[in-house]
């Protein structure tokens, strides 16, 4: 076992002798990555309360949060750089010395009767030249085996960094000390108003303090993969994108990647490990959340890897029919659920999965729980998680850890929309492709603030996670077709599964179905299927989706594959109103004011 005292590298020793000098834990454990240390550290959580050891499925536990803290807190996180402008009006900004005068004092003995655990992980198989190392510091041991599963831990990547091998530095505690002979808690965590967290990305720094939940505390993920990382990105001249990676195959036997930005609740892991319902063909997953993409030195195109180990995915709705290939993967073992319901058999339990009625079960909250009787809303939290192995997903790519990443055939935009976006739309350009991810947008419903109709702008899915002013991420998506190792860009697709009927009715079947729009875009690829230009994008024309064997009228398909010119003209002033939310600054790209005005001429 590696101690403080064995660290050669005198940043490294003297980064971590600082954080131990504040927060005071009783011990400092340097992590490894083993199977032992996995297992001893979720023995203790079975002794201290946090985890519950299943019975099935194997070598599986079940954590249950403080009802406070269930999920990401965006009015609690921020980006702590230099200036207000870098950070731009979809972030919450805090001038960094500030910051971390704030941070001097809640870190202040904040770890006092607990070990502070060392985390080294890579993020993306560590011999890659796409992948970043970090070290994590924590008082958690639950991140430190859910940081052993979502990313890659060792004792090498440790002995890299202190050779000198650059690193992120990220620091978490959750912010609930113990005093001599106070007892713990199972989840310890600070309340909301105490939560932060934070992202210096001048200084490549993450600091988080006063949460346990994963979007929040491990800091390999949303963090460091997007916040972080999308600040490095833009300066290395690569792409850190919140997407789902899959490969798709065709009958004939030829390979295509796709990547695909869906904000939040729009199915981006059914998507990555779909059962495609068109004979001969196969989709196969290389990542379902995150996508770091850099042009190739040989072929000219984008690559992708997946920087995550593990699938950290919503809970409720997952099932042997929305996705057989997630719930295969969970119950390969190995898996850490959280704020799901606890059967009597100790297994798992949430709404719309695969058992309908589970009998008295125990709910997120530790109430007695059963369907006649429950004591308030559902079992499971509607965020409840499961964090699992991604290598024993059963339609994981053999290639999803190779070291070159994969090459990127097209980009997939997609929300939710019930009206007016059509079920795929092809972009005339790169230029015109960014500009659709700059207006992502989902309908909000009746009970959301804003109202029906009105449109929740999420830009290329990652409102909350772009490190720096959104309108330069923007220009840096454009400056990419100038990349000076690009021969060929993936084309760009606006999805929208979701289009309904005037009655309500979903237009669209979905899931499996999906994969007739795949079929449609990977000959699309190839310069094969048929489109029609329009004033929105390219559209399949009325055959070019193969519908064999589909139960969808033909008013329906029409719907689908047709442009709502009046719908489109009735969207354009949000769209402005949007772009010009953002250009506070004055920085938008005009490319991108240039596509607004070019898409209002075409719509006349
Ligand atoms: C998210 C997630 O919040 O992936 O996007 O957990
Ligand atoms: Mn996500």
């Not at 990105?233 to 919140?242: I, K, L, N, Q, S």
Request: glycine letters at 8%; a negative charge.
């Amino acid at each position: 076992m590696t101690t403080l005292k064995d660290l050669k590298n005198a940043e490294l020793k003297s980064w971590l002798q600082g954080w131990v000098d504040l927060c005071k834990p009783t011990d400092v454990y340097i992590c490894n990555g083993s199977k032992e240390e996995y297992d001893s550290l979720c023995d203790l959580m079975v002794k201290t309360g946090t985890f519950i050891k299943l019975k099935t499925p194997a070598n599986s536990y079940l954590a249950r949060s403080d009802k406070s803290d269930v999920a990401r807190v965006e009015e609690r996180t921020f980006i702590c750089s230099k200036t207000e402008k870098d950070a731009g009006v979809t972030n919450h900004w805090k001038e960094p010395g500030e910051m971390m005068a704030e941070f001097n004092k809640v870190f202040d003995g904040a770890m006092q009767g607990r070990t502070m655990y060392v985390i080294p992980f890579s993020m993306g198989n560590p011999e890659s030249p796409l992948a970043k190392y970090g070290i994590e510091i924590t008082d958690s041991p639950y991140v430190v085996v859910n940081m052993e599963i979502m990313t890659r831990v060792s004792q090498v990547i440790l002995d890299r960094i202190d050779a000198g091998h650059e690193y992120v530095h990220a620091v978490h505690s959750n912010g609930a000390p113990l005093a001599d002979g106070q007892a713990d808690v199972p989840w310890p965590c600070a309340p909301v108003e105490k939560k932060y967290i934070s992202q210096f990305p001048e200084e490549r720094k993450i600091i988080s303090f006063g949460s346990g939940y994963g979007g929040n505390a491990l800091l390999g993920k949303k963090c460091f993969a997007l916040r972080i990382a999308t600040v490095l990105a833009r300066e290395e001249g690569w792409m850190a994108e919140h997407m789902l990676i899959l490969k798709l195959t065709s009958p004939e036997g030829e390979v295509k990647y796709v990547t695909g930005a869906f904000p939040s609740a729009c199915g981006k892991t059914n998507l990555a490990m779909l059962t495609p319902t068109i004979p001969g063909w196969k989709v196969e997953t290389v990542g379902d959340d995150i996508a770091w993409m850099r042009f190739n030195e040989k072929d000219g195109m984008l690559h992708a890897i997946n920087p995550e180990a593990g699938f950290f995915g919503v809970a409720p709705g997952t099932s042997m029919k929305s996705n057989p290939n997630a719930m295969k993967t969970i119950n390969g073992g190995n898996t850490i659920f959280t704020n799901v319901a606890l059967t009597e058999d100790y297994s798992y339990w949430w709404e719309d999965g695969d058992v309908k009625d589970p009998g008295n079960v125990v709910d997120w909250l530790r109430r007695p729980w059963n369907k006649a009787n429950n004591p308030a809303g559902p079992a499971a939290h509607k965020n409840s998680r499961f964090t699992t192995p991604a290598r024993q997903c059963p339609v994981i790519a053999p290639e999803w850890e190779d070291p070159e990443g994969v090459p990127i055939s097209a980009i997939l935009f997609g929300g939710r929309r019930k009206t007016v976006v059509p079920l795929v739309n092809e972009s005339l350009s790169w230029e015109h492709g960014v500009f659709m991810g700059a207006t992502m947008s989902s309908e909000m419903t009746a009970a959301t603030l804003g109202g029906a109709g009105q449109l929740r702008f999420d830009p290329m899915a990652m409102l909350p996670f772009i490190g720096y002013n959104a309108c330069d991420y923007f220009q840096h998506w454009l400056d990419m077709a100038k990349h000076r190792l690009c021969k060929k860009l993936p084309k760009i697709y606006y999805v929208n599964w979701f289009r309904r009927g005037e009655d309500g009715h979903f237009l669209w079947p979905g899931y499996g179905d999906n994969s007739r729009v795949l079929k449609w875009i990977f000959e699309r690829c190839d310069g094969k299927a048929a489109a029609n230009e329009t004033a929105i994008g390219n559209l399949p024309t009325e055959d070019a989706i193969d519908m064999s064997g589909l139960d969808v009228s033909a008013e329906d398909k029409k719907t689908l594959l047709s442009v709502d010119t009046e719908g489109w003209k009735a969207t354009l002033p949000q769209f402005k109103d949007w772009l010009d939310k953002l250009n506070k600054y004055g920085n938008m790209p005009k490319e991108i004011f240039a596509q607004f005005e070019e898409l209002k001429k075409r719509l006349g």
